[in-house]
């Protein structure tokens, strides 16, 4: 039984259960050592593959376990609770998702096998051009049978890791919103990776920028409708902004966890830290918020199950979840005192990436737009 159960197939429970014990047979070892560089322990995600958590929502007509939403929150949700960046980068595949419902049948042929086995990232954002997803300047021109690609890309996750980029481009430099999406292998000529960042947290994950220097892709690689780009954006967006809140109700319960033990073990004027009021209520805050930020999560999850329309309700769902998960790591550094600062606890760690969470894949401003927006329809 895990915290999950209540809302996973008896088959999806399984899945779960394995997550569970990878998260401390595997992760929890290698999370001070690994996990902390920024650069991905490829050994892990292999695992992560091979366990089929990687593909677990991908369809199952497209090679995929053909999973529930509901699957991949609880999924991201464990693995989080040790690793942000592995639930990121060994929990879903967005892009093979995308595939199977928009790529033609050559397409589907032709790139599926190389995503759930390489997996996709995600090529949006430009120096001039994060929350403001139409302000690209990236072109793509078409030459005969190809696209001709020029451009910048920035704060671009998992650059050494993933084999495809699914990459926005303007396709119509007259229209404003004008854009398509290509998929492009890293190893296209003119492909170039730039500089890595050093980030607060999400560490196990390089970050970096990417650069397309006459990058040509055949016309195949553009997925779904020249120039509705944007729409798939958005699409992508909608279970990555999902996806990420879950992961946040894992760091909280990562923390409150680590937490907990420590307020019964800690003595302080002759009693537990715990018996002391001042320090229950902290509990008491964060567990409710924590319950709260989890039924919205597994709430919106359902609804994406049963083929509802989910902007809203990611917004509202990550937006949520991610202020959960830094308000519990906070608490969670205040309850263990000193030791709540040392890196090596852990409770530091879980802190650094829930500040990851209110930025990434729309930042809380623009999930504030979104909500306010269907709220005012
Ligand atoms: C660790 C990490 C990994 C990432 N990985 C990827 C990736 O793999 N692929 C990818 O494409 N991108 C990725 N990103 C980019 C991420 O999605 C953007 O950072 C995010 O969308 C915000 O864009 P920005 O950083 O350009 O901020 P900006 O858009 O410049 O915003 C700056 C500030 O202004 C606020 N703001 C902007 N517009 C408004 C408005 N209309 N009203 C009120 N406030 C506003 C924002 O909320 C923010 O507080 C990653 C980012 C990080 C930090």
Known sequence: MSLYSKYLTEDEQLIIDAAEEFRSDVLEPRVMTDLEREICPMDVLEQMR????????????AGGFGGSMTLQCALDATISQASLAMAFMGCSNPIATL???????????????GLLSGQGGLGFTEPNAGSDSSGITTTAVKDGDEWVINGQKTFISYINVFDYFLVSALTNETEPGGASVFLVHKDTPGFKVGSMFHKIGLHGSNTGELFFEDMRVPAINMIGKENHGLRYVLAVLDSCRLANAA????????????????????VTFGKPICKHQGI??????????????????????????EGKNITAGAAKAKWIAGQTAMFVTDRAIQICGGYGLTEDFGVARLFRDARVIPIVEGTDEVLKIVISRDVLK
């Open 247 to 266: 992961c946040a109700i894992g760091i909280a319960q990562g923390a409150l966890e680590k937490a907990t033990m420590f307020a019964k073990q800690r």
């Open 99 to 113: 595939l199977a419902r928009v790529g033609t049948p050559e397409q589907i042929e032709l790139f599926m096998p």
């Open 50 to 61: 091979e366990l089929g958590f990687t593909n677990a929502s991908v369809p199952e007509e």
């Open 280 to 305: 229950s209520w902290y509990f008491a805050e964060m567990e409710a918020r924590l319950s709260a930020a989890r039924s919205l999560v597994f709430d919106v999850a359902r609804d994406c199950d």
